[in-house]
């Protein structure tokens, strides 16, 4: 086997116990690693009995994987996956972190979290040994003070080297937060998924990982060294204006000239405050210190402080889609205030998207006086950072109508149109449980297509949407490679090249075809777990559709006007449906399981017709 | 006196032509050819090959050639 091990670290976190899984060479060829790897491992264990499985027990696996590409590719990502308590599938859900290649390092190609523990526990692993440790003199904090005191009980409690990488949650994931993330470093988060409320549920706070062996050999490392140079200049090359701005660019680019940026819970997709730009980041509270991650080329992380009622606040630049969600979305048009709720959302281990989103529901429910003084217990106002710092504490620790708001914005709206008897899902911009990245798709002229949200399995997730060509760099099939690879969507060159690397690695051969057949083997079975769902949402073929509200006209700026059209939408569900091989339903044939040897999973169709 | 072609995969394939007087610098085929089909996307959100050939936007082009181009990076 070449570029994987070819095993799995599996921890039993209830009996303190842990395992090596042998994975045929067969299945890194049909899945890859990452997330690829983590669907066909859930579907393997669970079948028919994932409707059953609840995401906040201790019995939801969490899988912490790498892929054939990880530590050969330029960059470092992880991909945490498991059952998502946000969408009922699984969601692959990617964080930039060396624990990836310490991973590696130790002779596995991932690390499998089950069951949990009592008391608050972290996960020590050095070259596969396990240590499971008590994590109580570390609970309850998040952000600087954790990493700080982590880093000194590593030290201490297991005489770690001090440079050893983890990933861990902050108060949101241990108060079983639906939008909390799993982090890393001051600000990296695996947001998508709400997988840091799954850590939380096992009661681990922590996983910090140390490999001192090699990476598995490659088939062909000379030519393999040659592909990395060129890739490596072509990649600097390209992303220059990246590295130089980082993702904040866009929130110029994005919101004044393309029209698609969430203003004010998506009431608006257009902005035209010029100091709400990279260079008003730039001048407010950008540190010019551009930081990257292992092997890295592009390093679109900058650093941005913040001093505000006489505390300090850091977090990274913000990137694009903190600057829209804890930005323009809940009406905060300055730079310094986009970079507070950024930093305090790092702090309490929440995702800046699914909780930004939550918090632009909440407020417009207010403004509308759906949600009053009285249930919230202060007023709520749009650019209002005091009370918007306010409601991210109540959420992440779930006080008041933070209780509620936890949950996200597709249970919140649930449960609070039971609670006042009215529909108010008109009002959460998500699809199947996943709020909606900062990328509209009203004016058409940002990347996502009509039917980019409604027809992803990983729902309003930004970095997995669907899309024309099938078969192409616009496709789901395409993200889930990146995911399952695994490597970072910023360090990517064409299919063609991400193609020959993997082929290098691991001597496969695989043509362009079969490259792709990856992709949609992988969201196939990725939509029979999402239609399957349960045990407390269930989506079905209604529900490939956008939020109402993009089917309502742009209100102001170039495109304004613009909006969705129900029956383009439609025509492009059908076509996409036939194309994917799935029926008028969205359900898999057993032609299509068949052609891309998903044949064991065929009794679970049964559970779909 | 190149003629260069651009075959964009996210526009069905969709396929221009430019007809220079001299040779020309990869970056400005690009930014002359985007012009022509879409003016949102920018060169870095693109990779461009000629036949298997990865390009650099310092390549010069001096023959008759078609560019497939391919949209990656999209957006933060």
């Known amino acids: 086997m070449k570029g994987v091990w070819g095993r799995l670290l599996e921890v039993d976190l209830t009996a303190g116990t842990s395992r090596s899984i042998e994975i045929p060479e067969k299945v890194y060829r049909m899945f890859l690693g990452g997330r690829g790897l983590a669907t066909y491992l859930l579907a393997r264990e669970f079948r028919e009995k994932w409707r059953f499985l609840d995401p906040l027990s201790p019995d939801n696996p969490l899988l912490f994987l790498t892929g054939p590409l990880t530590g050969y590719y330029p960059g470092v990502k992880l991909s945490v996956s498991g059952k998502s308590p946000q969408s009922n599938s699984v969601i692959g859900s990617v964080v930039s972190s060396e624990v990836a290649i310490e991973l590696k390092a130790s002779g596995f190609d991932g690390l499998v979290l089950k069951g949990g523990c009592e008391k608050p526990c972290y996960v020590y692993v050095e070259n596969g040994k396990v240590e499971i440790r008590d994590a109580s003199s570390i609970w309850g904090l998040g952000g600087l003070q954790l990493i700080k005191q982590f880093n000194s009980l590593l030290k201490e409690d297991v005489k770690a080297d001090p440079k050893t990488p983890f990933v861990y949650i902050g108060p949101a994931g241990e108060n079983k937060v639906r939008t909390a993330a799993v982090m890393a470093k001051l600000a990296h988060a695996a947001g998508y998924g709400g997988y840091g409320a799954v850590m939380g549920a096992k009661r681990v706070k922590a996983v910090a990982v140390k490999g001192y062996g090699s990476l598995p050999p490659v088939d062909d490392p000379e030519s393999l060294n040659t592909l990395f140079r060129s890739a490596l200049g072509n990649i600097k090359e390209r992303m220059k204006r990246f590295r130089q701005w980082g993702t904040t660019e866009g929130t110029w680019h994005t919101g004044y000239y393309l029209s698609s940026m969430p203003v004010k819970n998506w009431s608006e997709e257009w902005h035209n405050v010029k100091d709400f730009s990279h260079v008003g980041f730039e001048l407010e509270t950008w540190v010019k210190n551009p930081w990257a991650d292992w092997g890295c080329p592009v390093a679109c992380m900058k650093l941005s402080i913040a001093k505000w009622k006489g505390e300090v606040f850091i977090t990274d630049n913000p990137d694009y889609e903190m600057a829209a969600y804890l930005g323009s979305n809940l009406g905060v048009f300055s730079p310094r205030g986009a970079v507070v709720l950024s930093s305090l959302a790092d702090e309490l281990g929440l995702c800046g998207i699914q909780t930004g989103n939550v918090m632009g529901f909440a407020v417009e429910l207010y403004e509308k006086g759906i949600l009053t003084r009285d249930e919230v217990g202060y007023e709520l106002k749009w650019g209002n950072v005091e009370c918007l710092a306010r409601l991210m504490k109540d959420i992440a620790y779930r006080r008041g109508i933070g209780e509620v708001l936890a949950e996200g914005t597709f249970r919140a709206a649930r449960l609070l149109s039971e609670k006042k008897g009215v529909d108010l899902t008109k009002y959460a911009i998500q699809v199947k449980g996943i709020a909606v990245g900062a990328h509209g798709v009203r004016s058409g002229k940002d990347y996502p297509q009509p039917i980019s949200y409604a027809l992803s399995v990983q729902g309003g997730d930004h970095t997995s949407v669907a899309g024309f060509p099938v078969n192409s760099t616009e496709s789901e099939a395409w993200y889930s490679i990146l995911d399952s690879g695994v490597v970072c969507m910023f360090t990517v060159l064409d299919d063609s090249t991400l193609l020959e690397y993997l082929n290098k690695v691991t001597g496969w051969g695989l043509d362009l075809g079969e490259f792709y057949d990856i992709g949609r083997r992988i969201i196939t079975l990725q939509r029979i777990l999402l239609l399957i769902g349960g045990p407390d949402a269930d989506w079905s073929v209604k529900d490939d559709d956008n939020p109402p509200r993009f089917y309502e006209p742009l209100p102001t700026g170039p495109y304004k006007g613009s909006a969705l059209k129900r029956e383009e939408v439609d025509e492009l569900k059908k076509k996409y449906y036939a194309e994917m091989g799935w029926d008028e339903k969205g359900i898999p044939s057993e032609e299509t399981l068949r052609r891309l040897g998903l044949e064991e999973f065929t009794p679970m169709l049964n559970m779909l017709h | ?76």
């Open chain 2, 1 to 76: 006196m190149p003629r260069i072609c651009g075959k964009f995969s996210w526009i069905d394939n969709r396929e221009v032509c430019i007809q220079y007087d001299k040779c020309v610098r990869v970056a400005e085929a690009l930014t002359d050819l985007l012009k022509q089909v879409e003016k949102k996307t920018s060169i870095e959100a693109v990779v461009a090959r000629i036949g298997g050939k990865l390009l650099s936007i310092n390549d010069i082009i001096c023959e008759d050639s078609i560019i497939t181009i391919v949209r990656v990076f999209k957006g933060g």
